[in-house]
């Protein structure tokens, strides 16, 4: 009961915000907080706007877990509307900084030694302040420039709180309002919870620029800075000082003699190696989060959200992009019903005219105004329609996708990287969709089952013995006999399986 009064309490606090910016409209969308709200449109006030403007300038006066949450909200077309996720991406993960002597004292615990033991240059004024932690510049020890990330004090604290908060208020929406379970609300959170968890352990966010930095070392023209192990913990992280000219700052890149049409390219072929070769992306590719050295190369920065997608997912996005971009929207509505994010009882002729009304609009602009993220954002919002259930990871590639297509009509206003990328698709296609590469896996997937076989069949005598010792006793003969058939079965079984497995692959091949 506590629990509910203080929840309550807070959610007037959030709801009296909400009004001062006009934007009470979310929790009567999602219709809770009756008094609350009630009680808070007493101190409503007209601003300036549209609805998901208004919102984010709340959400960024609120604090750090609601920055978060607007970000979150950003990826939900489906649950808000396009234009209103629009509005929300633009929402900045900006703060005041903490004072310097906190951060020098959260270092000095970290590592136990005093700053000037770890660092001959420590900038007290930080580069960057956002939600969960801010950055200062320094140099080594050794004399290597770095860039030192450090946790917000007490943060954990705040953002479990809140997160307490999104939670009960998930639980109201689910209960209240049933038709809103497909959009997953308490999943949702729970997902948000996760990921914020992992933010606050820096050594994940460095483990992360590793795994990118590993990926893409053979990827010319993108770099992912070296992450300094030795001075990286779970409040603190140093990596490598990137030097160069923010990706949006035309001007500044054109009077340094770079060229934004090749930058555009080494943006979209690093983007959609990232997604489809490694289902391994950059989720937070703001403007900030991008540089242009002064070799030519990108570089990457801040790595706290990632985005995963499995080899089933980007092979159905990949015959996706490709089906929208033929304009083959029958193919387009069946990866849809094969990918299973569509009920099967729906109507695939129904959902090919929906594509087909969706993209047309969209395709037929010019080639640079082709938004293939704002067509994804489109398909998600009539999700409601067609039963089709929320899917958080593409959720947040659309969101990433959004905000790359952004950045590309910057740097060439002409020219859309999803165009640039359409023979690296074709490509990946042949090679991960054709029927050489279903051989391929097919054989794979029998050599691992090979390989793993001496350790099932050792667990299969594991398991007899131990039958044996606990419920019944057999004469050696007759417990060994058992144990060579039942490697025959499991063996024969194997191979017959592994042949079907091949045959309709060699079917598929031949055909």
């Known amino acids: 009961m ?28 999602l219709e809770v907080g009756g008094p609350a709200v009630m009680l808070a449109r007493l101190f409503s006030r007209k601003c300036k706007g549209r609805p998901g403007q208004r919102l984010a300038a709340a959400l960024q006066e609120t604090g750090p877990s609601f920055i978060k949450l607007g970000q979150a909200l950003s990826t939900r077309s489906d649950l808000l509307g396009e234009e209103f996720s629009t509005d929300l991406s633009q929402l900045q993960d900006s703060l005041a900084p903490f004072p310097a002597a906190q951060a020098r004292a959260t270092i000095e615990a ?3 030694k005093k700053i000037e033991e770890l660092f001959t240059k420590f900038e007290d004024v930080p580069v960057a302040a956002a939600s969960i932690a801010q950055v200062h510049f320094a140099v080594t020890r050794d004399g290597r420039e770095v860039a030192v990330k450090v946790l917000r004090p007490n943060i954990e604290i705040a953002f479990q709180r809140d997160i307490d908060l999104f939670l009960w208020i998930a639980k109201l929406v689910e209960s209240a309002k049933p038709e809103y379970r497909r959009l997953r609300p308490v999943e949702t959170i729970h997902t948000l919870a996760e990921s914020i968890k992992l933010e606050m352990d820096l050594r994940f966010e460095a483990a992360a620029a590793a795994e990118l930095s590993e990926n ?3 990827v010319e023209g993108f770099n992912v800075p070296t992450i300094n192990w030795q001075l990286t913990g779970q409040r603190v992280l140093t990596s490598e000082r990137v030097h160069g000219i923010p990706v949006d700052d035309i001007t500044a890149l054109r009077a340094a003699g770079h060229n934004t049409s090749d930058l555009l390219e080494k943006s979209a072929r690093a983007f959609f190696i990232q997604v489809f070769h490694y289902g391994f992306f950059h989720a937070d590719m703001h403007p900030g989060n991008m540089f242009v050295r002064s070799d030519g190369d990108l570089a990457a920065v801040d790595f706290g959200i990632m985005g995963r997608l499995d080899k089933k997912t980007r092979r159905h996005l990949g015959e996706l992009l490709m089906a929208f971009l033929t304009r083959d929207y029958r193919r387009a509505a069946e990866v849809h019903f094969e990918a299973g994010w569509i009920p099967q009882e729906q109507s695939v002729d129904t959902f090919t005219q929906a594509c087909r009304a969706i993209a047309e609009p969209i395709l037929d602009l010019p080639q640079n105004e082709i938004s293939i993220a704002r067509l994804l954002g489109l398909l998600f919002s009539i999700s409601n329609t067609f039963n089709m259930e929320t899917q958080p990871q593409l959720l947040l590639l659309q ?37 050489e590469a279903r051989i391929i896996e097919g054989a794979r997937d029998i050599a691992q089952a090979v390989h793993r076989l001496p350790r099932l069949l050792k667990n299969l005598d594991k398991g007899a013995e131990e039958l044996e010792k606990r419920y019944f006793s057999l004469h050696q003969d007759t417990n060994r006999a058992i144990k060579q058939e039942s490697r025959f079965d499991f063996v024969f079984f194997l191979f017959i399986i592994a042949g079907m497995i091949f045959g309709s692959w060699l079917t598929t091949f031949l055909s």
Not at 12 to 25: E, G, K, Q, T, V
Not at 411 to 431: T, Y
């Open 110 to 112: 970290e590592f136990s």
């Open 399 to 435: 969101k990433t996708m959004l905000t790359a297509e952004g950045t590309g009509r910057k740097l060439n206003p002409e020219a859309n990287m999803w165009m640039m990328s359409k023979p690296l698709i074709e490509d990946w296609m042949i090679h991960n969709l054709g029927p």
């Open 216 to 218: 893409m070392k053979d």
């Open 2 to 29: 506590g629990h509910a009064v203080r929840n309550i309490g807070r959610l007037f606090n959030i709801a009296r915000i909400l009004a001062r910016h006009d934007a009470l409209m979310l929790l009567e969308h």
